[in-house]
């Protein structure tokens, strides 16, 4: 089992940026994929970005293209997630995910996941 913590949440003004960060235990880090997904209230959770073993693959949901950044650090076990252009609509809570596949954007393909972080932009 991974145990994922997600960190670095909170409450951030409209155009302003966050970056989220997710905490992995294990020694087998770099054998996963990881995914960011969010959930706002009374919707279902969706698919956010992903990120391939290595960190040379990303793909991003079309809402948060060109706004968000996905990246990890296997020797530290860390993946990130920037978020720059912050708006109303990205307010939710945001999970990060793993799994040993590759490009999977589905949140019920994912074997592990974190806490959330809580995401709130104001307008």
């Known amino acids: 089992q991974v145990q994922l913590v997600e960190s670095g949440g909170g409450l951030v003004q409209a155009g302003g940026s966050l970056r989220l960060s997710c905490a992995a235990s294990g020694r087998t880090f770099s054998g996963y994929a990881m995914g960011w997904f969010r959930q706002a209230p009374g919707k279902e959770r969706e698919f956010v970005a992903t990120?391939?073993?290595?960190?040379?693959?990303?793909y991003y949901a079309d809402s948060v293209k060109g706004r968000f950044t996905i990246s990890r650090d296997n020797a530290e076990k860390m993946v990130y997630l920037q978020m720059n252009s912050l708006k109303p609509e990205d307010t939710a809570v945001y999970y990060c995910?793993?799994?040993?596949?590759?490009?999977?954007?589905?949140?019920?393909?994912?074997?592990?996941w974190g806490q959330g972080t809580q995401v709130t932009v104001s307008s």
């Open positions: 995910a793993a799994d040993r596949r590759v490009g999977l954007v589905r949140a019920n393909e994912y074997t592990y």
């Open positions: 990120i391939s073993w290595g960190g040379g693959t990303t």
